[in-house]
């Protein structure tokens, strides 16, 4: 709801308002260059205004599902597909990118699921905030048995860059 939204992304309270905004300062980037898509006060034009006129879209961490549900919902979800700027997304943002992504088992999600993502990348998968726990390595197998692609570990150190190839970064586990 909309006080979760402040809790999590409102300036000067949102607990995660700093660390998504501040990322983009030291690449000149000022506080009035940096727009935010706010799913509760945001009708879905301005939504797609916000995003269209953008040079950079970041997708934040989260619940992969409640995000994909909430992007169908608003109908973004082709113009985030063919957006053509730079994509950043960590987390939940990240595992959406791919066509279709799994969640491992844990605090928030009782059981392993395959879910639809945006379908910006395919041919492999990831498994963030990687710590080679048992659940995750366990995950990583089943999607290997049954999908039959790579799954990069991405630890929380870790990173890939997309463009004509992967390029990898601090610390990634590749099975």
Known sequence: NEADWDKQYAPGQGIWYRSNQDVFYKYGIGKDQIVWVNYF????????????NSSILMLTGGAPDLMMKRIKEKKLKKIIKNYKGIMI???????????????SPDEDYPKFSYQNGLGCLSGFDIEPHFRRSKIQ???IEKVKEEKGISIYG??????????????????IDLF
Do not use: P, R, V
């Open 137 to 139: 390595m366990e995950s």
């Open 41 to 52: 006060k945001d009708t879905i034009d301005e939504m797609k205004m916000k995003i269209l």
């Open 89 to 103: 997304g960590y987390s939940a943002g990240a595992m959406i990118q791919l066509d279709l992504y799994h969640i």
């Open 154 to 171: 991405i630890y929380e150190d870790g990173g890939m860059i997309i463009d004509k190839g992967i390029t990898c970064f601090g610390k």
